[in-house]
C-alpha cells in the first residue's frame, strides 16, 4: 500500500523565531449548532462521495508554542463558506442556498507532533473580504486562540479591515496554496500553515 499523497508534519519548518499567531474577530457565522458529521473532510458529509461545488483544498499544519514545543490534544475547528461563497448560518445571506454536500464546519485532533489536516473548499470571496477560513483552538475544553487563515496574494488582504496586519503578523495569519493532489486523489490545492500559541 502507497502512502497518501499530501501534507506530513515533516514538511513543515519551524522558522528560527516564533511568535504567537495573532487573534481575528471571530466574525458572525460560528455554527449555532455544529454538524453531526464534523470531521476533518469537509468535501464529505455523513459519508459518501464528493458532490461538493467549487476547488478541493487541503490544508494542515503544525501547532506549536512559541518555543516551538508541539501542542498535542487540542481541538482545532474550521469553519467557512462554500464554493459559492455562502456560509451556513440562519443570519448569513442566501444561506438557503448553501451546497449541501459541504459539511462547513469540520474538527482536527492535533497529534503528538501537533499536525493538524482538513480536506475543504478553497473559499472563495464573499462580501469583498480576501479569502479566508476562521479557526478556533480549544485545549482541555478551553479556548485559547480564535483566529482567521488567509492566502498569500490574496488582492483584497490590503484593504481588508479584520486582517490589517503588516510583516511577522501578517504571515502567520496567510498561508500558500499550491496546485497539487490531495491525499484523497482529488486534484485542488495544498497549503501548509504554522499556527503559533504563547507558551
Ligand atoms: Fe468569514
Not at 67 to 74: L, S
Not at 80 to 87: K, L, T
Amino acid at each position: 500500500m502507497t502512502a497518501p499523497a499530501g501534507p506530513a508534519a515533516e514538511d513543515i519548518t519551524l522558522p528560527g523565531v516564533l511568535s504567537a499567531s495573532p487573534r481575528q474577530a471571530e466574525g458572525p457565522y460560528y455554527p449555532v449548532a455544529k454538524p453531526a458529521d464534523r470531521d476533518n473532510n469537509l468535501l464529505v458529509v455523513d459519508g459518501g462521495e464528493p458532490t461538493t461545488i467549487g476547488t478541493p483544498l487541503e490544508i494542515s499544519g503544525l501547532l506549536v508554542y512559541d518555543d516551538g514545543t508541539p501542542v498535542a490534544g487540542a481541538t482545532m475547528e474550521i469553519w467557512q463558506v462554500d464554493g459559492q461563497g455562502i456560509y451556513d448560518h440562519p443570519n448569513a445571506p442566501d444561506t438557503d442556498d448553501r451546497d449541501l454536500g459541504f459539511q462547513f464546519y469540520g474538527e482536527s485532533v492535533t497529534n503528538g507532533d501537533g499536525f493538524w489536516t482538513f480536506i475543504t473548499l478553497d473559499p472563495v470571496l464573499y462580501e469583498s473580504r480576501p479569502r479566508h477560513i476562521h479557526t478556533k483552538i480549544t485545549i482541555d475544553g478551553v479556548e485559547v486562540l480564535t483566529t482567521q487563515i488567509y492566502f498569500d496574494g490574496d488582492p483584497l488582504l490590503a484593504d481588508d479591515g479584520l486582517a490589517a496586519a503588516t510583516g511577522d503578523e501578517l504571515t502567520l495569519l496567510t498561508t500558500k496554496a499550491v496546485p497539487g493532489t490531495l491525499s484523497n486523489g482529488l486534484e485542488g490545492l495544498v497549503a501548509l500553515h504554522l499556527i503559533v500559541l504563547p507558551l
